[in-house]
């Protein structure tokens, strides 16, 4: 009688991280964001692994036409200035009293010009508008359009030493998230200053927000006031949400 093997989930995902590990960054022994032992965990660092390791990098997300524009809620933080909220930010809220003419946006970290940006400054790039569907981590769906600098521009300008692999966005309110570099270098990666054709409302993250097209909607951090390029993944503890959330 032959002996019967069952496969379980956890096997397969144990197994798959173990060989498809060595297809990524072959040479490379920096180690992925952790799992911190959660089975959902290591189905999402599977998910990466094999993402990046057989599909295209740099293959588009889908883009829309005016007439496909849906209504789009604003969710988590709508505004770091009201007191009445756990995420307020005093910094944030003397910006605004000024209409954000003394905000700057700091690059940090692994490149070679480290700089602040004004919103003048990040419009000085070749702008790129993009009409695309955002996809919530809570269910729901809507599609607008954004305008704004590439965030390979805007890297690429600082000077990307050779040793980055992410880049480390932080907010007025608090909120921080990442992103490798192939995602950041990506062409609908941008840091949004306009939103379906009007300057970026205070609810959707003004002045300043990323948009990762190819990830859940909670990756495209709100209110930006840092980016710190690294070479080194930032471990910011376990947020109960997957680092990596691709489409």
């Not at 989930?9 to 072959?26: D, F, H, M, V």
């Not at 200053?193 to 003004?206: D, E, F, R, T, V």
Request: proline share 6%; with cysteine.
């Amino acid at each position: 009688m032959k002996r019967k093997h069952l496969l379980t989930r956890r096997t397969a995902i144990i197994t798959g991280l173990g060989s498809l590990g060595g297809l990524l960054l072959p040479g490379c022994t920096k180690k992925l964001p952790p799992t911190y032992g959660n089975l959902l965990r290591m189905g999402d660092a599977l998910t990466y692994i094999a993402q990046r390791s057989l599909l295209p990098g740099q293959s588009l997300a889908k883009e829309y036409g005016h007439h496909e524009l849906s209504s789009f809620p604003a969710t988590g933080t709508t505004n770091p200035a009201d007191k009445s909220t756990p995420t307020f930010s005093e910094a944030y809220s003397r910006l605004n009293t000024s209409t954000f003419t003394d905000w700057r946006l700091s690059v940090e970290g692994k490149v070679a010009k480290p700089g602040l940006y004004s919103l003048a400054d990040l419009q000085q790039f070749p702008a790129r508008t993009q009409i695309t569907r955002h996809n919530c981590e809570e269910g729901w769906s809507a599609i607008g359009e954004w305008t704004g600098a590439p965030l390979t521009l805007l890297l690429h300008h600082a000077g990307i030493l050779s040793t980055a692999r992410f880049v480390n966005f932080y907010a007025y309110d608090g909120y921080m998230e990442s992103i490798d570099m192939l995602d950041a270098l990506h062409p609908q990666t941008i840091l949004a200053y306009a939103m379906n054709g009007s300057s970026l409302p205070l609810p959707h993250g003004a002045p300043l927000r990323l948009r990762v097209e190819r990830q859940i909607g909670y990756k495209s951090v709100k209110y930006l006031q840092r980016i710190v390029v690294s070479d080194e993944f930032v471990d910011m503890g376990d947020s109960g949400w997957a680092w990596y959330t691709g489409i």
